[in-house]
């Protein structure tokens, strides 16, 4: 399977620079991918970068940890679409999902929902849910409580993807029992599998288990069977 139209080419490292970005611009117009996807400052270069490829721009709100308040993080993503950015993966304030709270989820979501539509009506949303930490040391039940109460959320409040994971949080990555529980409950919304997919086998595990896209630093070893890659995703 040709796993490049699904793969979101990513460099979110904090020591990330310019040229790093420059060459992820460069490789995902090679092999066709569906997105960069960068943290804010690198927007309006990417944006520029990658026009007339076919690549789409995608950057990420309230990252690594969605702990700021609804407002900022929503203010940020305005600002990244106002940039360029036609995709924005942004961090779930982790309690709510927790604690099963959907309406402070939802909230939370469609505050952000509604200022980047306002601003550019087709940009795609994706909300990161944190699968791994919502299911760690819990019983099944719980854990898919847990993910059900993120894909309700995410659905009612108009995001177009629920995304299983930043990459940095210690309890780990995209995992098959997480995309798998995110496809059951998610609805018309898709699923991206993130954190962890270095090797076309990761791409194919996660694609078997309901995943439409993809988030990875590794993109050229996957779609070049080289094997993984040193970048940090």
């Known amino acids: 399977m040709n796993y490049a139209p ?8 904090p020591e990330a620079t310019t040229a790093d970005v420059q060459r992820l611009c ?7 991918f569906a997105s960069v996807c960068v943290n804010g400052c690198f927007v309006a270069g990417a944006r520029e970068a990658l026009s007339g490829t076919g690549v789409k721009t995608c950057a990420v709100a309230g990252f690594p940890l969605g702990a700021m308040k609804p407002t900022v993080k929503a203010i940020e993503a305005v600002s990244l679409v106002k940039d360029g950015a036609d995709e924005v993966d942004f961090v779930a304030h982790l309690p709510h999902l927790m604690s ?9 979501y469609l505050e952000l929902v509604k200022g980047v539509r306002a601003v550019l009506p087709g940009v795609v949303v994706k909300v990161i849910i944190e699968s791994a930490a919502l299911m760690k040391d819990v019983d099944a039940a719980v854990a898919e409580m847990r993910v059900a109460t993120a894909c309700l959320a995410a659905m009612e409040a108009g995001c177009d993807f629920v995304k299983t ?7 780990g990555g995209a995992t098959v029992e997480a995309v798998a529980l995110m496809k059951k409950h998610a609805g018309a919304l898709t699923v991206k599998a993130s954190g962890g997919i270095r090797t076309a086998d990761d791409a ?11 988030g990875c630093s590794a993109g050229v070893a996957i779609v070049s069977g080289s094997g993984s890659s040193p970048s940090v995703y």
């Open 6 to 13: 699904l793969i979101d080419h990513t460099i979110l490292k």
């Open 26 to 32: 460069a490789e995902a117009a090679e092999h066709g």
């Open 100 to 108: 099963g709270d959907g309406d402070a989820a939802r909230e939370e």
């Open 165 to 171: 994971s930043t990459g940095f949080h210690p309890a």
């Open 204 to 214: 194919k595990r996660m694609v078997d288990a309901g995943a439409d896209r993809l």
